[in-house]
C-alpha cells in the first residue's frame, strides 16, 4: 500500500517528473519497427518447419537474444507495477503510459527478427513467452523511492544487455536493432536517474536508504524466465551480462552520479545503509574478479589443448 507519505513525495516530484517527462519527449525520436526486420528473409513455417541449422546465431546468442525478448514480453505486468506506484495522472501517468508504449515497441521489433530470420525456435519461444507471463512480475510492493531507485538500475542492466547481445549476434542487422533498443533503454534510465537525484534532494536518507535496498537486493527482470538461473549463467560466461559488467557498468556509474558516497547530513540508518553498501560492493568485486580469474583459467586450458 502506498503511504500518505509516499503520495507526498510523488507530488512533490511531480514537477521534476514533468520536466523530465519533456526532456524525454523532445529527445525520443519516433523510429519504425518494420524498418529493423529484414522481412525478404521470411517463409512459412507450415511449409519449411523450424529446424536448429536454420540459425545463424551461435547457441549462447540464442539464449540471451531469448531471454532478452521475454524480459520484454512480460510488459504487462511492468506496467502494472509502475502505474499502481506511480499512478496513472499528470505527469506521472503521461510517463508511465508513453513508457509503456516504447518498450511494447522493444517486443515488436525483437520477435519480428527473430521469427523472420528463424534465429530461434518458435516453439519454445511461444511457450516460454506462455511461462513467463503467467506467472508475472511482482516486485512486491516497493515504495515508490525503492521503485525508483530499481528501475534505474534495470534501465541501464537492460541496456548493456541488449547491446552486447546484438554484438554477440555477429549479425550487423540484430546488432543495429539491438543498438535501436538500447538507445531507448538509455533515455528510460536517465528519466529515473534524474527523479531519484531530485528525491534526494527532497529526502536524502530515505533515498539514500532505499538505493541500498535496492542495489544489494537486485535481480534482474527476467528472474521468472523458465531456467532462468542456467541461462543466466551461460549468458554471464559469455561476458555478455556478468558481475563485472553490473559492478562496473550499471551500480558505480549510477552512485557515482548521485554522489551517493559523498552526501552529507544523513542520518545514522542512512550512515548505516551506505557502509553496508560499501561493503556489499567490495564483495561483489572480489566475487566479480573471482570468475574473471576462472574464466580467463578456462581460456589458456582450451588454448593449449
Ligand atoms: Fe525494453
Ligand atoms: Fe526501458
Known amino acids: 500500500m502506498t503511504s500518505f507519505t509516499d503520495i507526498d513525495l510523488l507530488r512533490e516530484l511531480e514537477p521534476v517528473a514533468e520536466a523530465n517527462l519533456n526532456r524525454h519527449l523532445g529527445l525520443a525520436a519516433e523510429w519504425m519497427p518494420h524498418e529493423y526486420v529484414p522481412w525478404s528473409q521470411g517463409r512459412d513455417f507450415d511449409t519449411l518447419p523450424w529446424e536448429p541449422g536454420q540459425s545463424r546465431l551461435s547457441d549462447i546468442a540464442q539464449i540471451a537474444f531469448e531471454v532478452n525478448l521475454l524480459t520484454e514480453d512480460n510488459l504487462p505486468s ?64 516497493k515504495t515508490p523511492l525503492r521503485a525508483i531507485a530499481y528501475v534505474s538500475f534495470q534501465e541501464l542492466a537492460t541496456r548493456i544487455s541488449h547491446r552486447n547481445t546484438g554484438r554477440f549476434t555477429q549479425d550487423p542487422i540484430a546488432e543495429k536493432l539491438l543498438a535501436r533498443v538500447a538507445a531507448d533503454e538509455n533515455l528510460h534510465m536517465i528519466f529515473y536517474r534524474n527523479l531519484l537525484a531530485a528525491a534526494l534532494e527532497i529526502d ?24 532462468f538461473d542456467r541461462k543466466a549463467k551461460r549468458i554471464a ?12 557498468e550499471v551500480v558505480t556509474p549510477l552512485l ?12 545514522a540508518e542512512a550512515e548505516q545503509a551506505r557502509t553496508n553498501v560499501g561493503h556489499y560492493l567490495t564483495a561483489l568485486d572480489d566475487l566479480a574478479k573471482k570468475y574473471e580469474e576462472k574464466r580467463e583459467k578456462a581460456l589458456t586450458t582450451a588454448a593449449s589443448n
Do not use: C, N
Open 78 to 141: 511492468y506496467h502494472r507495477e509502475i502505474a499502481s506506484i506511480f499512478g496513472r495522472d499528470g505527469a506521472w501517468g503521461t510517463w508511465v503510459h508513453r513508457w509503456t508504449a516504447e518498450e511494447g515497441r522493444h517486443g515488436i521489433v525483437m520477435r519480428d527478427y527473430l521469427l523472420v530470420t528463424r534465429g530461434v525456435d518458435p516453439v519454445s519461444l511461444e511457450r516460454g513467452r506462455m511461462h513467463q507471463m503467467e506467472k508475472g512480475f511482482d516486485s512486491g510492493e
Open 204 to 227: 536524502p536518507s530515505a533515498t539514500v536508504k532505499a538505493i541500498a535496498e535496492e542495489v544489494m537486493t537486485f535481480q534482474m527482470p527476467g528472474t521468472g524466465i523458465d531456467d
Open 237 to 248: 560466461k559469455a561476458g555478455i551480462y556478468d558481475l563485472r559488467i553490473h559492478h562496473d
Open 256 to 267: 557515482r552520479h548521485w554522489k551517493f558516497f559523498e552526501l552529507e547530513g544523513l542520518d
